[in-house]
Protein backbone atom coordinates (compact mmCIF):
# COMPACT_ATOMS: atom_id res chain seq x y z
CA UNK A 1 0.00 0.00 0.00
CA UNK A 2 1.30 3.17 -0.93
CA UNK A 3 1.03 6.25 1.12
CA UNK A 4 0.76 9.55 -0.05
CA UNK A 5 0.98 12.50 2.61
CA UNK A 6 -1.24 15.58 1.84
CA UNK A 7 0.91 19.09 1.35
CA UNK A 8 2.98 20.36 3.71
CA UNK A 9 0.35 23.68 4.03
CA UNK A 10 -2.64 21.14 4.25
CA UNK A 11 -0.89 19.47 7.32
CA UNK A 12 0.48 22.51 8.94
CA UNK A 13 -3.59 23.78 9.16
CA UNK A 14 -4.67 20.20 10.59
CA UNK A 15 -2.40 20.48 12.92
CA UNK A 16 -2.38 24.23 13.83
CA UNK A 17 -6.37 23.49 14.52
CA UNK A 18 -5.12 21.25 17.29
CA UNK A 19 -3.08 23.58 19.90
CA UNK A 20 -5.97 26.29 19.36
CA UNK A 21 -9.01 24.19 20.28
CA UNK A 22 -7.45 22.70 23.40
CA UNK A 23 -6.08 26.55 24.32
CA UNK A 24 -10.31 27.64 23.86
CA UNK A 25 -10.91 24.04 26.23
CA UNK A 26 -8.92 24.90 28.90
CA UNK A 27 -8.48 29.27 29.22
CA UNK A 28 -11.37 29.03 31.94
CA UNK A 29 -10.14 25.66 34.01
CA UNK A 30 -8.53 26.11 37.40
CA UNK A 31 -5.85 24.36 38.55
CA UNK A 32 -5.14 21.98 41.67
CA UNK A 33 -3.59 23.23 44.98
CA UNK A 34 -3.19 20.06 47.34
CA UNK A 35 -3.50 21.10 50.92
CA UNK A 36 -2.49 18.42 52.74
CA UNK A 37 -3.62 17.67 56.43
CA UNK A 38 -1.61 19.03 59.27
CA UNK A 39 -2.28 17.76 62.14
CA UNK A 40 0.90 18.72 64.54
CA UNK A 41 0.51 22.63 63.45
CA UNK A 42 -3.24 22.14 64.24
CA UNK A 43 -1.84 20.47 67.89
CA UNK A 44 0.60 23.59 67.73
CA UNK A 45 -2.46 26.01 67.52
CA UNK A 46 -4.57 24.17 69.95
CA UNK A 47 -2.03 24.68 72.97
CA UNK A 48 -1.43 28.44 72.14
CA UNK A 49 -5.47 29.28 72.30
CA UNK A 50 -4.56 30.72 75.71
CA UNK A 51 -1.97 32.82 74.44
CA UNK A 52 -2.42 34.26 71.02
CA UNK A 53 -6.04 36.11 72.25
CA UNK A 54 -5.88 39.16 70.50
CA UNK A 55 -7.82 37.29 67.86
CA UNK A 56 -10.30 36.35 70.86
CA UNK A 57 -10.33 39.72 71.71
CA UNK A 58 -11.25 40.91 67.93
CA UNK A 59 -13.80 38.53 68.52
CA UNK A 60 -15.63 40.07 71.15
CA UNK A 61 -15.59 43.66 70.39
CA UNK A 62 -17.61 42.64 67.24
CA UNK A 63 -19.89 41.04 69.56
CA UNK A 64 -19.91 43.81 71.52
CA UNK A 65 -20.60 46.30 68.94
CA UNK A 66 -24.24 44.47 68.79
CA UNK A 67 -24.69 44.94 72.03
CA UNK A 68 -23.18 41.23 73.30
CA UNK A 69 -22.37 41.97 76.77
CA UNK A 70 -19.07 40.54 77.16
CA UNK A 71 -15.63 41.52 77.98
CA UNK A 72 -13.29 43.53 75.82
CA UNK A 73 -9.80 41.54 76.72
CA UNK A 74 -8.71 38.21 77.34
CA UNK A 75 -6.29 37.65 80.10
CA UNK A 76 -5.67 33.97 81.23
CA UNK A 77 -3.26 34.59 84.24
CA UNK A 78 -6.20 35.73 86.01
CA UNK A 79 -8.61 33.02 84.86
CA UNK A 80 -11.70 32.23 82.52
CA UNK A 81 -14.93 33.17 83.81
CA UNK A 82 -18.46 32.44 82.43
CA UNK A 83 -18.59 35.49 80.55
CA UNK A 84 -15.08 34.68 78.64
CA UNK A 85 -15.91 31.21 78.32
CA UNK A 86 -19.14 32.12 76.06
CA UNK A 87 -16.79 34.47 74.18
CA UNK A 88 -14.34 31.43 73.70
CA UNK A 89 -17.05 28.97 72.95
CA UNK A 90 -18.71 31.03 70.68
CA UNK A 91 -15.21 31.18 68.79
CA UNK A 92 -13.57 27.62 69.14
CA UNK A 93 -16.40 25.23 69.56
CA UNK A 94 -15.92 22.37 67.21
CA UNK A 95 -19.34 21.94 66.48
CA UNK A 96 -19.80 25.23 65.52
CA UNK A 97 -16.61 25.26 63.46
CA UNK A 98 -17.66 22.56 61.07
CA UNK A 99 -21.67 23.98 60.53
CA UNK A 100 -19.90 27.26 59.79
CA UNK A 101 -18.14 25.18 57.13
CA UNK A 102 -21.21 23.54 56.26
CA UNK A 103 -22.20 26.87 55.49
CA UNK A 104 -19.31 27.85 53.48
CA UNK A 105 -20.55 24.77 51.06
CA UNK A 106 -23.79 26.84 50.86
CA UNK A 107 -21.58 30.01 49.75
CA UNK A 108 -19.93 28.10 47.26
CA UNK A 109 -23.19 27.10 45.42
CA UNK A 110 -25.19 30.17 46.02
CA UNK A 111 -21.87 32.42 43.80
CA UNK A 112 -21.97 30.26 41.12
CA UNK A 113 -25.45 29.76 40.99
CA UNK A 114 -27.26 30.48 37.83
CA UNK A 115 -24.09 30.77 35.23
CA UNK A 116 -24.88 30.43 31.54
CA UNK A 117 -23.68 26.92 30.26
CA UNK A 118 -20.34 26.42 28.84
CA UNK A 119 -20.24 27.11 25.12
CA UNK A 120 -19.53 23.97 23.48
CA UNK A 121 -17.10 23.58 20.58
CA UNK A 122 -16.76 20.32 17.83
CA UNK A 123 -14.10 19.83 14.97
CA UNK A 124 -14.00 17.06 12.53
CA UNK A 125 -11.53 17.00 9.90
CA UNK A 126 -10.65 13.85 7.14
CA UNK A 127 -7.84 13.89 4.62
CA UNK A 128 -8.29 10.98 2.03
CA UNK A 129 -5.27 9.81 1.10
CA UNK A 130 -5.85 7.28 -1.87
CA UNK A 131 -6.62 9.20 -4.29
CA UNK A 132 -5.58 12.50 -2.89
CA UNK A 133 -7.86 14.85 -2.02
CA UNK A 134 -8.21 18.21 -0.38
CA UNK A 135 -8.22 18.59 3.93
CA UNK A 136 -11.73 18.39 4.79
CA UNK A 137 -12.35 19.75 7.89
CA UNK A 138 -15.83 21.16 9.87
CA UNK A 139 -15.59 23.71 13.19
CA UNK A 140 -18.63 24.13 14.92
CA UNK A 141 -19.44 25.95 17.82
CA UNK A 142 -23.09 26.03 20.04
CA UNK A 143 -24.54 27.89 23.10
CA UNK A 144 -27.50 27.64 25.24
CA UNK A 145 -29.66 30.85 25.79
CA UNK A 146 -31.51 30.62 28.80
CA UNK A 147 -34.49 32.08 28.24
CA UNK A 148 -36.75 30.27 30.57
CA UNK A 149 -35.63 32.67 33.25
CA UNK A 150 -34.46 29.38 34.70
CA UNK A 151 -31.11 30.80 36.05
CA UNK A 152 -32.64 33.48 37.70
CA UNK A 153 -34.37 31.10 39.74
CA UNK A 154 -31.47 28.89 40.60
CA UNK A 155 -30.00 31.80 42.03
CA UNK A 156 -32.81 32.35 43.84
CA UNK A 157 -32.74 28.73 45.05
CA UNK A 158 -29.34 29.02 46.23
CA UNK A 159 -29.60 31.86 48.33
CA UNK A 160 -32.37 30.33 49.69
CA UNK A 161 -30.46 27.65 50.39
CA UNK A 162 -27.58 29.37 51.82
CA UNK A 163 -30.04 31.39 54.03
CA UNK A 164 -31.03 27.69 55.39
CA UNK A 165 -27.49 27.17 56.84
CA UNK A 166 -27.46 30.74 58.42
CA UNK A 167 -30.15 30.08 60.08
CA UNK A 168 -28.31 26.45 61.01
CA UNK A 169 -25.30 28.63 62.04
CA UNK A 170 -27.28 30.91 64.20
CA UNK A 171 -29.31 28.12 65.77
CA UNK A 172 -26.02 26.07 66.31
CA UNK A 173 -24.57 29.09 68.24
CA UNK A 174 -28.07 29.69 70.64
CA UNK A 175 -27.48 25.97 71.65
CA UNK A 176 -24.27 26.39 71.81
CA UNK A 177 -24.42 29.44 74.48
CA UNK A 178 -27.18 26.74 76.42
CA UNK A 179 -25.01 24.17 76.39
CA UNK A 180 -22.21 26.06 77.75
CA UNK A 181 -24.41 27.13 80.54
CA UNK A 182 -25.19 23.38 81.48
CA UNK A 183 -22.07 22.26 81.32
CA UNK A 184 -20.20 25.18 83.54
CA UNK A 185 -23.32 24.60 86.02
CA UNK A 186 -22.47 21.15 86.20
CA UNK A 187 -18.92 21.37 86.46
CA UNK A 188 -19.30 24.24 89.47
CA UNK A 189 -21.34 22.21 91.01
CA UNK A 190 -18.74 19.21 91.09
CA UNK A 191 -16.59 21.78 92.56
CA UNK A 192 -18.82 22.32 95.00
CA UNK A 193 -19.99 18.87 96.16
CA UNK A 194 -15.64 18.68 96.30
CA UNK A 195 -15.97 21.68 98.82
CA UNK A 196 -18.92 20.07 100.77
CA UNK A 197 -17.28 16.78 101.21
CA UNK A 198 -14.08 18.19 101.86
CA UNK A 199 -15.56 20.32 104.47
CA UNK A 200 -17.17 17.45 106.05
CA UNK A 201 -14.29 15.52 106.12
CA UNK A 202 -12.71 18.25 108.18
CA UNK A 203 -15.62 18.56 110.61
CA UNK A 204 -15.47 14.54 111.32
CA UNK A 205 -12.09 14.89 112.18
CA UNK A 206 -12.54 17.74 114.72
CA UNK A 207 -15.51 15.23 115.93
CA UNK A 208 -13.04 12.01 115.86
CA UNK A 209 -10.42 13.80 118.23
CA UNK A 210 -12.94 14.87 120.78
CA UNK A 211 -14.80 10.92 120.41
CA UNK A 212 -10.77 9.88 121.26
CA UNK A 213 -10.81 12.23 124.56
CA UNK A 214 -14.15 10.99 125.31
CA UNK A 215 -13.31 7.66 124.49
CA UNK A 216 -10.30 7.66 126.51
CA UNK A 217 -11.88 8.90 129.44
CA UNK A 218 -14.35 5.97 129.38
CA UNK A 219 -17.20 8.05 128.43
CA UNK A 220 -17.75 6.69 124.57
CA UNK A 221 -18.17 3.13 124.26
CA UNK A 222 -15.81 1.48 121.48
CA UNK A 223 -18.96 0.58 119.16
CA UNK A 224 -19.54 4.21 119.02
CA UNK A 225 -16.49 5.27 118.66
CA UNK A 226 -16.15 2.69 115.77
CA UNK A 227 -19.21 4.27 114.12
CA UNK A 228 -17.81 7.45 113.81
CA UNK A 229 -14.05 5.81 112.20
CA UNK A 230 -16.83 4.18 109.58
CA UNK A 231 -17.93 7.80 108.34
CA UNK A 232 -14.97 9.06 108.19
CA UNK A 233 -13.61 6.59 105.93
CA UNK A 234 -16.63 6.51 104.27
CA UNK A 235 -16.71 10.16 103.06
CA UNK A 236 -12.85 9.84 102.59
CA UNK A 237 -13.62 7.34 99.69
CA UNK A 238 -16.93 9.82 98.62
CA UNK A 239 -14.10 12.33 98.60
CA UNK A 240 -12.56 10.58 95.59
CA UNK A 241 -15.33 9.56 93.57
CA UNK A 242 -16.33 13.40 93.77
CA UNK A 243 -12.32 14.10 92.41
CA UNK A 244 -13.85 12.01 89.31
CA UNK A 245 -16.63 13.21 88.83
CA UNK A 246 -14.91 17.13 88.56
CA UNK A 247 -12.35 15.74 86.03
CA UNK A 248 -15.51 14.33 83.87
CA UNK A 249 -17.34 17.84 83.97
CA UNK A 250 -14.13 19.58 83.30
CA UNK A 251 -13.35 17.90 80.24
CA UNK A 252 -16.71 18.19 78.97
CA UNK A 253 -16.71 21.90 79.68
CA UNK A 254 -13.28 22.39 77.98
CA UNK A 255 -14.78 20.35 74.86
CA UNK A 256 -17.68 22.33 74.53
CA UNK A 257 -14.93 25.62 75.03
CA UNK A 258 -12.60 23.73 72.68
CA UNK A 259 -9.35 24.66 74.90
CA UNK A 260 -6.65 22.00 75.47
CA UNK A 261 -6.36 20.43 78.90
CA UNK A 262 -3.76 22.90 79.90
CA UNK A 263 -6.57 25.17 80.53
CA UNK A 264 -8.89 23.72 83.25
CA UNK A 265 -6.51 24.99 85.87
CA UNK A 266 -7.75 28.88 84.47
CA UNK A 267 -11.26 27.80 84.76
CA UNK A 268 -13.39 29.89 87.37
CA UNK A 269 -16.52 27.88 88.91
CA UNK A 270 -19.82 30.09 89.05
CA UNK A 271 -23.01 29.44 88.32
CA UNK A 272 -24.02 31.36 85.36
CA UNK A 273 -26.52 34.32 85.79
CA UNK A 274 -30.02 33.26 84.39
CA UNK A 275 -32.57 36.30 84.04
CA UNK A 276 -35.94 34.96 82.03
CA UNK A 277 -38.04 38.27 81.05
CA UNK A 278 -41.66 38.06 81.15
CA UNK A 279 -42.89 37.51 77.90
CA UNK A 280 -46.47 38.66 77.10
CA UNK A 281 -47.04 37.14 73.68
CA UNK A 282 -45.24 33.83 73.61
CA UNK A 283 -46.43 32.49 70.05
CA UNK A 284 -44.95 35.73 68.63
CA UNK A 285 -42.13 35.62 69.92
CA UNK A 286 -41.58 31.89 68.98
CA UNK A 287 -42.13 33.05 65.43
CA UNK A 288 -40.33 36.13 65.27
CA UNK A 289 -37.47 34.43 67.67
CA UNK A 290 -36.48 31.13 67.65
CA UNK A 291 -33.81 29.94 65.94
CA UNK A 292 -35.26 25.97 64.98
CA UNK A 293 -38.15 27.51 63.49
CA UNK A 294 -36.82 30.09 61.72
CA UNK A 295 -34.09 27.07 60.22
CA UNK A 296 -37.31 25.19 59.21
CA UNK A 297 -38.99 29.04 57.91
CA UNK A 298 -35.66 29.29 55.30
CA UNK A 299 -35.83 25.63 54.66
CA UNK A 300 -39.75 26.03 53.69
CA UNK A 301 -38.92 28.80 51.41
CA UNK A 302 -35.80 26.16 49.95
CA UNK A 303 -38.86 23.58 48.85
CA UNK A 304 -41.11 26.78 47.46
CA UNK A 305 -37.60 28.14 45.09
CA UNK A 306 -36.74 24.55 44.46
CA UNK A 307 -40.63 23.57 42.91
CA UNK A 308 -40.33 27.23 41.11
CA UNK A 309 -37.02 25.85 39.52
CA UNK A 310 -38.48 22.91 38.43
CA UNK A 311 -41.53 24.07 36.66
CA UNK A 312 -39.20 26.52 35.15
CA UNK A 313 -37.14 23.59 33.68
CA UNK A 314 -40.21 22.38 31.72
CA UNK A 315 -39.71 25.43 29.67
CA UNK A 316 -37.43 25.42 26.91
CA UNK A 317 -33.95 27.16 26.48
CA UNK A 318 -32.79 27.55 22.80
CA UNK A 319 -29.73 25.77 21.48
CA UNK A 320 -28.09 27.81 18.49
CA UNK A 321 -24.89 26.56 16.95
CA UNK A 322 -22.92 28.34 13.54
CA UNK A 323 -19.61 26.48 12.22
CA UNK A 324 -17.33 27.30 9.35
CA UNK A 325 -15.75 24.11 6.96
CA UNK A 326 -14.45 22.84 4.14
CA UNK A 327 -15.52 19.63 1.67
CA UNK A 328 -14.46 19.05 -1.79
CA UNK A 329 -12.84 22.92 -1.64
CA UNK A 330 -16.13 24.12 -1.58
CA UNK A 331 -15.97 26.40 1.97
CA UNK A 332 -19.50 26.54 4.10
CA UNK A 333 -20.81 28.85 7.24
CA UNK A 334 -23.38 26.17 8.75
CA UNK A 335 -25.76 27.54 11.28
CA UNK A 336 -28.37 25.49 13.48
CA UNK A 337 -30.87 26.13 15.98
CA UNK A 338 -32.39 23.22 18.25
CA UNK A 339 -35.09 23.85 20.77
CA UNK A 340 -37.01 21.13 23.07
CA UNK A 341 -40.85 20.67 23.06
CA UNK A 342 -42.04 19.66 26.63
CA UNK A 343 -45.28 17.27 25.55
CA UNK A 344 -43.84 14.10 27.05
CA UNK A 345 -41.68 14.52 29.89
CA UNK A 346 -41.99 18.26 30.25
CA UNK A 347 -39.89 17.68 33.88
CA UNK A 348 -42.79 16.14 35.56
CA UNK A 349 -40.87 13.97 37.76
CA UNK A 350 -39.18 16.67 39.34
CA UNK A 351 -41.97 18.58 40.08
CA UNK A 352 -44.16 16.39 41.35
CA UNK A 353 -41.10 15.48 44.07
CA UNK A 354 -40.64 18.77 44.53
CA UNK A 355 -44.48 19.22 45.35
CA UNK A 356 -44.35 16.41 47.90
CA UNK A 357 -41.29 18.27 49.55
CA UNK A 358 -42.66 21.37 50.08
CA UNK A 359 -45.51 19.72 51.98
CA UNK A 360 -42.85 17.78 53.97
CA UNK A 361 -41.27 21.07 54.80
CA UNK A 362 -44.36 22.77 55.76
CA UNK A 363 -45.50 20.06 57.89
CA UNK A 364 -41.55 19.76 59.58
CA UNK A 365 -42.47 23.77 59.92
CA UNK A 366 -45.53 23.59 62.27
CA UNK A 367 -45.24 20.47 64.02
CA UNK A 368 -41.41 22.02 65.00
CA UNK A 369 -44.04 25.09 66.49
CA UNK A 370 -46.66 22.89 68.30
CA UNK A 371 -43.71 21.10 69.94
CA UNK A 372 -42.20 24.31 70.87
CA UNK A 373 -45.75 25.48 72.31
CA UNK A 374 -45.97 22.41 74.60
CA UNK A 375 -42.02 22.11 75.82
CA UNK A 376 -42.26 26.12 76.30
CA UNK A 377 -44.82 25.28 78.88
CA UNK A 378 -43.48 22.12 80.48
CA UNK A 379 -40.14 24.06 81.05
CA UNK A 380 -41.75 27.21 82.44
CA UNK A 381 -44.00 24.99 85.07
CA UNK A 382 -40.65 23.07 86.00
CA UNK A 383 -38.81 26.59 86.54
CA UNK A 384 -41.52 27.62 88.74
CA UNK A 385 -41.75 24.50 90.91
CA UNK A 386 -37.63 24.27 90.81
CA UNK A 387 -37.82 27.71 92.38
CA UNK A 388 -39.86 27.12 94.83
CA UNK A 389 -37.95 24.10 96.33
CA UNK A 390 -34.52 25.40 96.17
CA UNK A 391 -35.71 28.41 97.99
CA UNK A 392 -37.41 26.34 100.62
CA UNK A 393 -34.16 24.59 100.89
CA UNK A 394 -32.36 27.66 101.26
CA UNK A 395 -34.18 30.04 103.15
CA UNK A 396 -35.85 26.87 105.72
CA UNK A 397 -34.15 23.27 105.73
CA UNK A 398 -30.58 23.81 105.26
CA UNK A 399 -30.01 27.23 108.14
CA UNK A 400 -32.03 24.79 110.53
CA UNK A 401 -29.51 22.10 110.29
CA UNK A 402 -26.52 24.77 110.55
CA UNK A 403 -28.25 25.58 113.77
CA UNK A 404 -28.43 22.12 114.90
CA UNK A 405 -24.52 21.27 114.39
CA UNK A 406 -23.66 24.49 115.85
CA UNK A 407 -25.57 23.31 119.39
CA UNK A 408 -24.07 19.79 119.06
CA UNK A 409 -20.58 20.74 118.61
CA UNK A 410 -21.20 23.09 121.41
CA UNK A 411 -22.40 20.45 123.55
CA UNK A 412 -19.64 18.18 122.59
CA UNK A 413 -16.81 20.68 123.62
CA UNK A 414 -18.31 20.69 127.34
CA UNK A 415 -17.87 17.18 127.53
CA UNK A 416 -21.12 15.58 126.57
CA UNK A 417 -21.25 13.77 123.17
CA UNK A 418 -24.05 11.98 121.84
CA UNK A 419 -22.70 10.54 118.40
CA UNK A 420 -25.59 9.39 116.99
CA UNK A 421 -27.28 12.60 117.18
CA UNK A 422 -24.35 14.33 115.71
CA UNK A 423 -23.73 12.05 112.86
CA UNK A 424 -27.46 12.04 111.80
CA UNK A 425 -27.12 15.95 111.90
CA UNK A 426 -23.72 16.20 110.12
CA UNK A 427 -25.67 14.15 107.10
CA UNK A 428 -28.85 15.50 106.83
CA UNK A 429 -26.89 18.96 106.34
CA UNK A 430 -24.48 17.07 103.94
CA UNK A 431 -27.37 15.83 102.31
CA UNK A 432 -29.48 19.23 102.23
CA UNK A 433 -26.17 20.90 101.05
CA UNK A 434 -25.93 18.68 97.76
CA UNK A 435 -29.91 18.92 97.53
CA UNK A 436 -29.94 22.71 97.44
CA UNK A 437 -26.86 22.27 95.07
CA UNK A 438 -28.47 20.09 92.79
CA UNK A 439 -31.80 21.98 92.50
CA UNK A 440 -29.93 24.88 91.85
CA UNK A 441 -28.43 22.98 88.96
CA UNK A 442 -32.34 21.71 87.26
CA UNK A 443 -33.48 25.71 87.82
CA UNK A 444 -30.54 26.76 86.17
CA UNK A 445 -31.23 24.09 83.37
CA UNK A 446 -35.19 24.84 83.28
CA UNK A 447 -34.05 28.63 82.40
CA UNK A 448 -31.99 27.53 80.45
CA UNK A 449 -34.51 25.55 78.16
CA UNK A 450 -37.09 28.43 78.27
CA UNK A 451 -34.39 30.78 77.00
CA UNK A 452 -33.66 28.59 74.12
CA UNK A 453 -36.96 28.39 72.96
CA UNK A 454 -37.68 31.56 73.32
CA UNK A 455 -34.62 32.71 71.16
CA UNK A 456 -32.70 35.74 70.99
CA UNK A 457 -33.91 39.00 71.93
CA UNK A 458 -32.04 41.69 70.53
CA UNK A 459 -33.03 41.08 66.70
CA UNK A 460 -36.16 39.57 65.00
CA UNK A 461 -33.67 37.70 62.13
CA UNK A 462 -30.05 37.20 64.20
CA UNK A 463 -27.30 36.71 62.50
CA UNK A 464 -24.44 34.27 63.02
CA UNK A 465 -22.03 35.45 65.90
CA UNK A 466 -18.85 34.66 63.08
CA UNK A 467 -17.89 33.95 59.82
CA UNK A 468 -14.05 32.54 61.00
CA UNK A 469 -13.97 28.90 62.34
CA UNK A 470 -10.62 29.20 63.50
CA UNK A 471 -8.28 32.12 63.24
CA UNK A 472 -5.19 29.88 62.79
CA UNK A 473 -6.29 28.18 59.52
CA UNK A 474 -8.11 29.82 55.87
CA UNK A 475 -11.68 28.53 55.78
CA UNK A 476 -14.76 29.23 53.32
CA UNK A 477 -15.83 33.10 54.52
CA UNK A 478 -19.62 33.25 54.45
CA UNK A 479 -21.37 36.59 53.05
CA UNK A 480 -19.72 40.23 53.91
CA UNK A 481 -23.56 40.85 55.35
CA UNK A 482 -22.63 38.37 58.35
CA UNK A 483 -22.49 40.51 61.59
CA UNK A 484 -21.63 39.70 65.39
CA UNK A 485 -24.22 37.38 66.80
CA UNK A 486 -26.99 38.07 69.14
CA UNK A 487 -27.26 37.12 72.82
CA UNK A 488 -30.43 37.05 75.13
Not at 448 to 469: C, F, H, K, S
Amino acid sequence: MLFFPPPPQRRFVWRAAIPVIAMLLLAGCQSYEAAPLDIEAYSTSLENRLIETEPVSAFARRLRATGDDVPLQFDPNDGISYAEGEVLALFYNPELRVTRLQAGVALATKETAGLWEDPVFGFDGAEIITPPTPFEFGLMGSLTIPISGRLEVEKERAGAAYEAELRTVVHAEWNARGELRRKWASWTAAVAQAELIANMIVELEKIDAIADNLHDAGELNRVERRLLQIELADRRIQATEIDLLVIDTENALLDCLGLPPAAAALLLPAFPDMTIREIEDVTARLIESNTELAVHFAKYQTAEDTLRLEITKQFPDIVIGSGYGTQFNDHRVMFGVSIPVPILNANQAAIAEATARRGVARAEAETTFEKLIRRFSAANAALEIKKMQRAEYEQMIVPMLTAQTSDIQRIAELGELDMFVLLETEKRKLSAKRKLIELQVRELDAAITVQQILGPELRQNPMPATDQATPDEPTTELDNEIVAGDTQ
